[in-house]
């Protein structure tokens, strides 16, 4: 699709500092742009910005600009901190969305910005303003077509000296200060997107990272730098800072010849001239020069680039697509933890408090599960795990995941002792209970007992320790998270029965408990008057459980258990519904795996894999889903319990909910027809 014809955008921006200045003096000479709107939480500031700019209308208040239906798209030129929240916003107010960078404060916050985005159908870009220039799309030509040879180190620098002041938003931890997200960003993009030219691809994340800096009396980082690995051997060095004068340049190193950039951000011309100038240096001191000549302002190519994006659905590379963003905020959020940067909020201490819109799932009423005034509850059949696998920066990451969850309809957490290290993961779980004010809405799984402290001691004692750290008085089902068979069934029974009485949960089950354990603590309370087992959290997947993932695990895939499960309507939480990855990315010809191979390798579970991806072809999804949906499906209470990394991850479990399959369909992937 040629430029002309692109239908043009219609802009809004919010904010009226000295970067939406730039933007909109450049948006005359894009050819798919014009400036519409002006947005400022004070009105003067916004008629004086609009009639300076040349805007048709100004706005006193940024909601008011995103009610404009003549709005295409909206620039947010807002401090970091305010960029989640107004993505999210523009994102449902149906407007494409370029963001200033960094994207968001952190990667979590990312996360959901991205997949805001991609829920309401808009498009978001963040604002690289030089990763949309030709010079940029040069560097990239010359690494890729092999011009210096094997890429071996990158260098980026972009740093420049401010004095230290306590309230700019360089310096301020609250408005996100430091050198790393102000232009540290940049330096991480460059080196994401040469790493990734060199090796075929449209981006590279780090193998590893290492970091040193200093922070000032704020906190905030005031020089840094940082060295990655990429995948081919490419190592790399980022230099940056807010309190350090050593400008903006990058230097690729192959075995044949080294590229200079001299001006990599601001795409500067060579003297005299409309071009900008890339040295290529080769052994022997010969020296080419290699111009690139641009017909536009460096903003009103990023305008363009929007453009295109909005037009064609796609990124016009090598422009900051969302999945390149994402990557980028990884990478720092990785570079401020190696050098102890945090903010506020991300430590729990002003986290935020949006309010959380909760929509409708799939769920179940178990018995026992009520409310405060002993209304019963739907715990949803999509469980979230506590374990805050894959994060860098915990409150930040199990707030954004727990988030997002709520927000699908989710109900149920699923919390343990041991999650997270030390307790994290409850005190994350506690934290987010508090800050969002919806207790009375989920359902809390609090587990205990887990060896070497399985005993009914133990479990008295890992209780009360997790019930402070969740902040609550009572958890919804309590499971002892392992059984110790040396301790008699009538003592588990006794001692569950008397944390039910004392009011610390309302009902209890075992996890990775054997039917014939349950049954007999079901009977011993029968013959003495009291509660039994409601519940388990055993393994239970389409795939069978080869051997153990570790030892003392249960599977109750099996066709006896499942007919214990139906019989009883006991219901069961499963964990690893999935079998640990197999029906994403087994192989018979992929075995670096070792868990993988050894715990669900066998030629029964590829043919279960063979006949779930015959199903997805079918359906229009994924084997994923497939498997999903067939252990959303038993005829007993069953609810998949998920640890996702991120919230596409849950995004994509979700999809399972969506998907019926028939009594005859579950018995054929089952290999039982």
Request: charged letters at 20%; aromatic letters at 8%.
């Amino acid at each position: 699709m040629s430029e002309s014809t692109i239908q043009p955008l219609r802009w809004g921006i919010l904010a009226t500092g000295s970067i939406a200045r730039t933007f909109a003096r450049a948006l005359p000479s894009s050819q798919n742009g014009m400036l519409w709107a002006v947005a400022s939480r004070n009105a003067e500031s916004a008629a004086a910005f609009a009639t300076a700019m040349g805007a048709r209308k100004s706005y006193g208040s940024y909601a008011e600009l995103l009610e404009d239906p003549d709005v295409d798209a909206v620039y947010i030129a807002t401090p970091h901190p305010m960029h989640f929240e107004w993505i999210v916003k523009c994102a449902e107010a149906g407007k494409h969305i370029l963001c200033e960078k960094p994207l968001t404060l952190n990667s979590p916050d990312a996360s959901r910005a991205v997949e805001a985005a991609r829920a309401n159908g808009v498009a978001l870009m963040e604002a690289f303003m030089y990763r949309c220039h030709p010079q940029t799309a040069q560097i990239v030509e010359l690494v890729s077509s092999g011009a210096l040879g094997k890429i071996k180190a990158i260098e980026a620098t972009f740093s420049f000296q401010a004095q230290p002041n306590p309230d700019s938003r360089l310096f301020n931890l609250d408005l996100g200060g430091g050198g790393i997200l102000d232009v540290g960003c940049y330096v991480a993009s460059f080196t994401r997107l040469v790493a990734g030219a060199a090796n075929g691809k449209p981006f590279a994340e780090p193998l590893e990272l290492k970091a040193l800096g200093v922070l000032g009396t704020t906190g905030a980082d005031l020089y840094t730098v940082a060295v990655a690995r990429f995948e081919g051997d490419i190592v790399a060095q980022l230099q940056t800072g807010v309190n350090l004068n050593s400008g903006g340049h990058c230097r690729i190193i192959g075995e044949n010849a080294t590229l200079r950039v001299p001006s990599p951000w601001f795409c500067s011309p060579a003297e005299g001239r409309d071009e900008t100038v890339l040295y290529l240096e080769r052994g022997g001191g010969q020296i080419e020069e290699i111009y690139v000549p641009f017909d536009r302002p460096l903003y009103a190519f990023e305008a363009d680039a929007m453009a295109k994006m909005v037009a064609t659905g796609e990124v016009p590379y090598p422009a900051m697509g969302p999945d390149d963003a994402l990557g980028n905020m990884k990478l720092l959020d990785t570079w401020r933890a190696a050098i102890g940067l945090s903010y506020p909020g991300e430590r729990g201490e002003n986290a935020a408090t949006l309010q959380v819109k909760k929509n409708t799932m799939r769920s179940r009423e178990l018995r026992g599960i009520v409310d405060e005034a002993g209304k019963a509850k739907s715990v949803s059949q999509i469980v979230m795990g506590t374990m805050l696998e894959g994060a860098i920066e915990q409150y930040s990451h199990g707030l954004a995941l727990f988030d997002d969850f709520f927000e699908r309809g989710g109900t149920c957490f699923d919390t343990a002792h041991i999650y997270g290290g030390g307790g994290a993961g409850e005190r994350v779980m506690g934290r987010w209970l508090a800050s969002r004010g919806v207790r009375d809405d989920v359902t809390l799984i609090v587990k205990g007992a887990h060896p070497p402290n399985c005993s009914p001691d133990g479990m008295r004692r890992e209780l009360e320790v997790s019930l402070g750290r969740l902040g609550v008085e009572r958890g919804d089902i309590y499971m002892l998270h392992r059984d110790n068979p040396q301790i008699p069934i009538g003592e588990w029974v006794e001692a569950l029965n008397e944390g039910l009485n004392k009011g610390l949960y309302r009902s209890f089950g075992g996890s990775n408990w054997s039917i014939e354990r349950l049954h007999a603590g079901n009977e011993y309370a029968h013959a003495h008057g009291l509660e039994g087992f409601t519940s388990a959290s055993n393994n239970f997947s389409l795939a069978r459980m080869v051997k153990p993932v570790w030892d003392g695990c249960i599977s109750s895939s099996d066709a006896e258990s499942r007919a214990w499960f139906e019989k009883t309507q006991t219901a069961l939480f499963s964990w690893s519904s999935q079998a640990r990855g197999f029906f994403a990315r087994a192989d018979r010809n992929f075995t670096s795996d070792s868990e993988l191979v050894r715990s669900w390798y066998s030629d029964d579970n590829f043919e279960r894999l063979d006949r779930a991806q015959k199903l997805a072809t079918e359906r229009g999804v994924s084997s994923v889903v497939v498997a999903a949906a067939y252990v959303l499906a038993q005829p007993f209470p069953i609810f998949a319990l998920i640890g996702p990394r991120s919230v596409s991850e849950t995004r994509d479990s979700f999809e399972a909910l969506g998907l019926e399959l028939s009594p005859g369909e579950l018995r054929w992937l089952n290999l039982e027809d």
